[in-house]
């Protein structure tokens, strides 16, 4: 619309546009395009004067229009990457819940909603879009927003689902990914994780799940990549592994070799040191389940270097299974400092280790 930018400006100052300008965007409504339109409620309807004009002019029947104008407003923000120019960028969505029916400013989207979203979250809702896409991300934010806002705070979400929560794989994840991490949030996407039910229970965890398996042995990439998938299973329900790659920037399991001197000890200390510096830079709050295929020392060190204040569950492996040990946290770093009654000076020995025993 002509002078709607002029229009836009005001509105978002708080300030009045000029009547004759307003009254015109407000009936002509329907031919607005889709930012127009999402504007022009989401600044009007705060400022008295405009929402007046928005209640009396805007031509819509008077459920959607109520809901529009005195319902609660959630700004969804979700990844989204041109295909042609590769670049990922912040786009939003507008949420508006306890609608009387399922409404959307964009009509081609009305009946993925309908079939979709409400089916699964038991829902009726207003969604207002500044755009169209390409895909179908925008569905798992704005299922999350219906299930667990709380979480969009923390975390950016991208993906399909059907109507039964089986989430739908969708692309451009690295583009996304780099994109959440330099707004300072993790990417959540639907790739990872087959049921939105496995989804939310991972996510609403106090602490990010975090595991990472070591072997002091001369294991094949692709026997690493089963015992992890092991330790997933004893763990629960967390995502895939392509989820841990793109967060840490490596793979969530390491061969470090046989620990034949001080070398090579000082060496898999060092790798322990670049990860979980690598976690602490990237999650706030991560608790580690580490899983390690060598010595009992150096599961010791391990646990020395990364702190007796952080969150911690160590396995122990026996019969093809990963069982939990310990978890390491204050009242238990407390209980174990009980059994230290007095310290004294040891002296070591680097031994050999080729994973024999």
């Not at 004009?53 to 989204?80: D, M, Q, W, Y």
């Not at 169209?132 to 991208?158: H, Q, T, V």
Request: charged fraction near 25%; include cysteine.
């Amino acid at each position: 619309m002509v002078g709607f930018s002029l229009l836009l400006n005001l509105l978002k100052e708080g300030r009045i546009p000029p009547l004759p300008l307003l009254e015109k965007a407000i009936k002509n409504f329907p031919a607005l395009d889709l930012k127009e339109q999402t504007s022009l409620i989401v600044y009007g309807r705060n400022h008295p004067q405009i929402r007046e004009l928005l209640e009396r002019l805007l031509p819509l029947n008077e459920e959607i229009k109520t809901a529009l104008l005195e319902g609660s407003v959630l700004e969804i923000t979700f990844p989204t990457v041109d295909k042609t120019l590769r670049k990922a960028k912040l786009s939003k969505v507008y949420l508006i819940e306890n609608s009387p029916q399922i409404w959307t400013n964009a009509e081609e989207y009305r009946n993925i909603l309908e079939t979709k979203i409400h089916p699964l979250t038991g829902k009726k809702f207003v969604v207002l879009f500044e755009e169209k896409y390409e895909g179908y991300s925008f569905l798992l934010p704005l299922a999350i927003g219906l299930l667990a806002p709380r979480l969009l705070a923390k975390f950016c979400f991208s993906g399909n689902l059907t109507a039964e929560g089986k989430l739908i794989p969708v692309e451009g994840l690295e583009e996304k990914h780099q994109l959440c991490l330099k707004k300072g949030k993790i990417l959540i996407t639907s790739n990872y994780f087959e049921h939105l039910k496995e989804l939310l229970e991972y996510v609403q965890k106090a602490s990010l799940v975090v595991p990472f398996l070591i072997s002091a042995t001369n294991k094949r990439e692709e026997v690493l990549a089963k015992n992890f998938e092991l330790l997933r299973k004893a763990i629960g329900l967390i995502p895939k592994k392509g989820f841990f790659k793109r967060l840490l920037n490596t793979l969530p399991y390491k061969e470090i070799g046989p620990l034949n001197g001080a070398k090579d000890w000082n060496k898999a200390l060092v790798l322990f040191e670049e990860f979980i510096n690598r976690l602490d830079s990237t999650v706030d709050d991560a608790e580690l389940h580490l899983s390690l295929i060598g010595p009992a020392p150096l599961a010791f060190a391990y646990g020395i270097m990364h702190g007796s204040h952080k969150k911690a569950v160590f396995y122990h492996f026996q019969g093809n299974t990963y069982f939990p040990t310990v978890v390491i946290n204050e009242k238990t770093s407390r209980e174990i400092k009980r059994f230290i009654t007095k310290p004294s000076r040891v002296e070591a020995e680097f031994i050999p280790y080729h994973g024999k025993g």
